[in-house]
């Protein structure tokens, strides 16, 4: 900790020295029998969770906080059901891990753990506590502890290859032309100064520790996601979902120009799981976003073609506005409001500048090409197909035109 009781970022990434390269090497052409996936019961994991089925003929062991197999196995269920992800081989495929990243060896006892490990052939990390206002140390024991412990695991037994989610968010300081792509040097300094932010910065930095010790790890940075870009499939409780629906809801929306990153979460999942299965992948780090442009400003003029009615307001002015009109206990907007007090929010929704756009992406396009996987652009059939989901799902009420022509 510094003196003013802020993270020391830098000094607060270790490893445990137990946890080292094994001597057998990997080879990620051999079809995997068993993935071990953590977070399986959130939004990302579920299309990765899906793709991997799609992709592999392999068991998957997924982590999940729950009393035992088949609440866990339940609540994987549920969670692909909520996005309507088809299984039909779930009983078959999907085995269950009851454990919690928080605890060390995720709570199992140690025999466990090292059958767990003698099983597994790869290891996607997902998992990670989200809240854009709890302080950093409410989050680090689940997002760098957590870290910590599936590296452990890709270590014990048998060498597996070790995939991490990240955020791109830890580099959300960065401006154009200063620098920002993927194999650059992570700087503290870049990272904003938002708990959630400092515990990815951190555990990628625990990552960064065991890819120098010689472990085969890969980084995916992905940036702001949405549903899906099919079916419009989303986590309601998501950032981007609760600004859109918050907007609705009160009647006003930011006037923002500059664009910021929308990427679908299908996107997302195919190419971990391609980029993953690569073997000039090892070693390298990916930036998932998306290279279309989309403004806040335009997102609501959408949603008035739609037939809402949502005026738009100079950033500063909508927050005040929102913060006295909208209904605490009824708009998903008021939970984020301290966050936009936190002048890198402005970044984010892209009021400053052209945040996640300023971030290199060169290594992971090479990466893709030929691959078949492009990100799709978040339009208005898009947007449109989004609104149409929130309505189906009681989130949101349908705009008025809507009931004699649907948008
Ligand atoms: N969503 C975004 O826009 C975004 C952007 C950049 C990066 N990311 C990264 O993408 C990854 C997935 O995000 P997401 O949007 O899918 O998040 P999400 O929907 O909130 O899902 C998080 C998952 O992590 C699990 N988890 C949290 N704490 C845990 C613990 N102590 N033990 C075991 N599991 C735990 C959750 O389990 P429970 O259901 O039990 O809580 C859930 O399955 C994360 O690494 C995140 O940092 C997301």
């Not at 780090?285 to 949502?310: C, M, S």
């Not at 209904?327 to 966050?339: G, I, R, S, V």
């Not at 936190?342 to 691959?371: C, K, P, V, W």
């Amino acid at each position: 900790m510094s003196v003013i009781g802020l993270p020391d970022l830098d000094h607060e990434a270790t490893l445990d020295p137990q946890i080292q390269p094994l001597p057998e090497g990997v080879d990620v052409t051999k079809p995997p029998r068993s993935i071990f996936l953590t977070g399986a019961t959130g939004f990302v994991a579920a299309y990765v969770l899906a793709d991997l089925i799609d992709r592999t003929q392999a068991t998957i062991y997924a982590l999940v906080r729950a009393s035992n197999e088949a609440a866990g196995m339940e609540r994987i269920r549920k969670n692909l059901e909520h996005y309507r992800l088809r299984c039909p081989e779930m009983a078959t495929r999907i085995k269950p891990v009851a454990g919690d990243l928080k605890q060390p060896l995720f709570g199992l006892p140690q025999a466990e753990f090292n059958h767990l490990a003698e099983e597994i052939d790869v290891i996607f990390h997902v998992g990670s506590k989200l809240s854009y206002i709890a302080p950093y140390h409410f989050l680090k024991d689940a997002n760098v502890g957590g870290t910590q412990e599936t590296l452990r695991l890709a270590t014990t037994c048998r060498p597996k290859p070790y995939h991490f989610v990240s955020s791109l968010g830890i580099l959300l300081n960065y401006k154009k032309l200063e620098g920002g792509h993927e194999e650059d040097e992570l700087d503290a300094e870049k990272c904003p100064e938002v708990g959630y932010f400092q515990t990815k910065y951190v555990a990628e930095r625990v990552v960064r520790i065991a890819r120098a010790r010689g472990i085969p790890v890969t980084i995916h940075r992905i940036g702001l996601i949405v549903g899906d870009s099919e079916r419009g499939y989303s986590n309601t409780d998501d950032f981007v979902a609760r600004i859109l629906i918050g907007c609705i809801q009160a009647g006003y929306g930011p006037d923002i120009r500059n664009a910021m990153d929308m990427t679908p979460v299908d996107f997302i999942a195919r190419a971990i799981v391609y980029l993953a299965f690569q073997p000039a992948s090892l070693g390298h780090v990916f930036h998932l976003l998306n290279p279309a442009p989309i403004t806040w400003g335009g997102i609501i003029d959408i949603v008035n073609e739609a037939g809402y009615r949502v005026e738009k307001l100079p950033f500063h002015h909508w927050i005040q506005t929102i913060e006295e009109h909208a209904d605490p206990d009824e708009n998903p907007l008021h939970p984020l409001l301290p966050f936009f007090h936190i002048s890198f929010a402005g970044r984010m929704l892209g009021i400053n500048e052209n945040a996640y756009h300023a971030l290199g992406t060169a290594d992971t396009q090479a990466a893709l090409a030929g691959s078949g996987i492009h990100c799709p652009p978040v339009d208005e059939a898009l947007i449109n197909t989004f609104l149409m989901r929130f309505v189906d799902a009681g989130r949101l009420h349908p705009a008025p035109q809507w009931a004699t022509s649907a948008p």
